[in-house]
């Protein structure tokens, strides 16, 4: 007769083994959610802590471990090492999320490609190529250097775009703190003292009253156009290419957004080829990593060139977004085999370009709304001072007589 009690016992520790794989994956399940949780600001990322996970930390966490790396300490080692000496609740997840993925026998990119919100598919593809010819190091470096300066021009450009609108709303709040409470003192003063009340001040009385009780009008439209922009406009391929056409020909705004555009262009392709990279793969991860729709476009049209066997020249030509002379410094480093350091090259010198543009653009409102101001005080004082002055005059005559 069979021993079963034996077989049991044969069976056990394998069982065993398996419910210990088991429970070990799913703290690590856990620490996904929270981790891609952190990322969407859902509840996790909520009662992680204050905040999701921020570009800085990301960067960070990238320098400590080119650092660890760089000393001799195996990857999976280095990732955790860096879990515990998280200080947020969200990186800790993040970072370990990606370690458990490494320790299944994983590579790196793919613990990366997990997190698209934090990582972008220029990212991993740059990290599985380097895995690959054994460059991790080095391009993470780059890497890093391209995170960097990318935000900070981002940031740049993102305050030129604020500085306007800070100054349109202040003129409004402005406006509607005079109409509000200075235009009903002096229209109440004039009833009071039965003077006959002037063609300007009645104008600007009938103005304030209607700013007064209309003034959410335009707030809320702007907020609903905004709304409906992004949730709804954008939406649709076609009408996103036609609106970042449109941001490229704004006036003031709009040479800053089109630099900025050829030096993200540029900065990303410049960075894959260097790194080794081919011209195909380079031209379809910077064609997605480009923000405005219209650059992005000509980049489509390059690389069906390439894979045509055509050059850079005629695609570049057509595309109507990019400046002759960035088409003419690519030909110059097509023909000469080096388009990776004109790529840089040209991002480096538009860059600056950008940074002067942004220090100027408060130069060049200054004058628009320094205009704006002094309109507003002569009709003020047409509307309000002048009629006040003129019965302080009469009531001076009278006292004479």
């Not at 790396?69 to 947020?88: D, F, M, Q, S, W």
């Not at 370990?96 to 793919?110: F, K, R, S």
């Not at 981002?154 to 306007?164: D, E, K, L, S």
Request: with cysteine; charged share 20%.
């Amino acid at each position: 007769m069979a021993d079963t009690s034996g077989g049991k016992d044969k069976d056990a520790p394998r069982r065993g083994r398996v419910l210990g794989r088991k429970k070990k994956a799913a703290p690590a399940a856990d620490t996904m959610a929270a981790a891609s949780g952190a990322a969407r600001g859902g509840p996790a990322g909520f009662f992680a802590g204050p905040g999701g996970v921020r570009h800085t930390d990301v960067t960070a966490f990238l320098r400590q471990l080119i650092m660890l790396l760089e000393a001799g300490v195996p990857i999976l080692k280095a990732l955790n090492t860096l879990k515990e000496r998280a200080g947020r609740p969200a990186v800790r997840a993040l970072v370990a999320d990606i370690a458990a993925d490494v320790e299944q026998g994983n590579p790196l990119w793919t613990a990366f490609d997990r997190h698209r919100a934090h990582f972008d598919t220029v990212f991993v593809g740059l990290v599985k190529a380097s895995e690959a010819s054994g460059t991790l190091t080095t391009v993470l470096h780059r890497l890093v250097d391209y995170r960097t300066r990318r935000e900070l021009l981002r940031r740049r450009v993102r305050g030129a775009m604020i500085y306007p609108v800070l100054l349109v709303v202040a003129c409004f709040g402005a406006m509607l703190v005079i109409s509000s409470f200075v235009v009903p003192v002096f229209a109440d003063f004039f009833s009071r003292a039965g003077l006959e009340i002037p063609g300007p001040t009645r104008f600007l009385i009938a103005a304030a009253a209607v700013v007064r009780a209309g003034w959410w009008v335009p707030v809320a439209a702007l907020l609903g156009a905004v709304l409906a922009y992004r949730a709804w406009f954008v939406r649709s391929p076609l009408r996103r290419l036609a609106a970042d056409r449109v941001k490229l020909r704004i006036p003031l705004l709009g040479p800053i957004i089109h630099k900025n555009a050829v030096v993200e262009m540029c900065r990303t392709l410049g960075l894959l080829l260097r790194s080794g990279l081919s011209m195909m793969s380079s031209l379809d991860l910077t064609r997605n990593a480009i923000h405005n729709r219209a650059v992005a476009g000509a980049l489509q049209d390059m690389r069906s060139s390439v894979e045509q066997g055509g050059g850079l020249e005629r695609p570049m030509r057509a595309s109507g977004v990019l400046p002759e002379v960035v088409v003419d410094m690519f030909v110059t480093g097509e023909e000469s085999g080096r388009v990776d350091a004109v790529a840089e090259q040209i991002a480096d010198i538009y860059e600056e370009e950008v940074n002067i543009a942004v220090a100027g653009l408060g130069e060049a409102l200054q004058p628009v709304f320094t205009v704006i101001v002094g309109v507003a005080v002569l009709v003020l004082f047409v509307s309000l001072f002048l009629p006040l002055i003129n019965m302080i005059d009469q009531l001076g005559n009278t006292a004479g007589v």
